[in-house]
């Protein structure tokens, strides 16, 4: 009979959209709900009224209610919101939001062709952790300037600690890090060495093992002094790849 003639039966009833009883979206009907059409931006108006601060829904927790379309951020919150939506329909966003939670994929942002993107969402405060390192500690890589070393250790942290690396790339050039801070060290270890041998040995306190390590320090040195005046003709972007 419904079938046959539908209107005789329906004419007359007012159905809960009408009467602003909330309506609960089933699980696919909600998914396939756009941000732009839900209430208040997709945040939960019960987070709002009861704490007082701002919660994203979840896309899967939908209710209708007076042309409006309120997500929560929990099964509890929307239970309360359907027993008592008078007291969470008129919620409201603070003049001055926090900043978005959404995860930023920040290879995406790496590939495009505006990287300024990137480096605020992504660079930040590693650039100013980079600065700091290299603000504290004052290097200097054989044949090059004291200057020229504090652009390649930070262009070198950079590398080890861009967050769009693999864990392995980021690995590798924490390596690099590490050796170029030993060989800008390298120097002033063989000074001091150098230095005490001169003190102990007129008492014949100087032991054999640091002889033998004060050579080898050397011939080290005498290699990377060689070395550095390759990376200079090449380039250093060499070293860094």
């Known amino acids: 009979m419904f079938i046959a003639n539908p209107k005789r039966f329906t004419n007359n009833v007012i159905f809960s959209s009408s009467k602003g009883i909330p309506m609960r979206f089933k699980h696919h009907k909600a998914a ?6 839900k209430a208040l931006m997709g945040y939960c108006p019960v987070t709002l009224v009861d704490e007082e601060r701002v919660c994203k ?17 929990s099964e509890f919150k929307l239970q309360k919101f359907i027993a008592t939506p008078g007291r969470y329909n008129k919620a409201e966003l603070p003049v001055k939001m926090p900043p978005m939670e959404d995860p930023v994929n920040l290879h995406s942002l790496q ?9 605020e969402q992504a660079l930040g405060t590693i650039v100013t952790r980079g600065l700091r390192e290299v603000s504290e500690n004052r290097l200097k890589y054989p044949n090059i300037s004291v200057k ?25 050039y924490r390596e690099k890090m590490r050796s170029f801070v030993t ?3 390298m120097a ?18 100087w032991p054999e093992f640091k002889e033998k390590y004060l050579n080898e320090l050397g011939q080290k040195y005498d290699q990377l002094l060689a070395d550095s005046l390759k990376e200079r003709d090449q380039g250093f972007c060499s070293y860094l790849k």
């Open 32 to 37: 396939e709900i756009l941000a732009q059409d």
């Open 57 to 73: 829904g979840d896309p899967m927790l939908v209710v209708h209610y007076k042309e409006y379309k309120y997500t929560f951020d």
């Open 111 to 119: 590939s495009g062709e505006d990287s300024t993107t990137f480096i």
């Open 148 to 172: 020229e070393t504090m652009l390649k250790l930070f262009a070198l942290f950079l590398k080890a600690e861009n967050p769009a690396n693999t864990e392995y790339m980021r690995d590798k």
């Open 183 to 185: 060989r800008c060290e």
């Open 188 to 205: 002033e270890e063989l000074d001091d060495l150098t230095s005490e041998k001169s003190e102990k040995q007129k008492d014949g306190k």
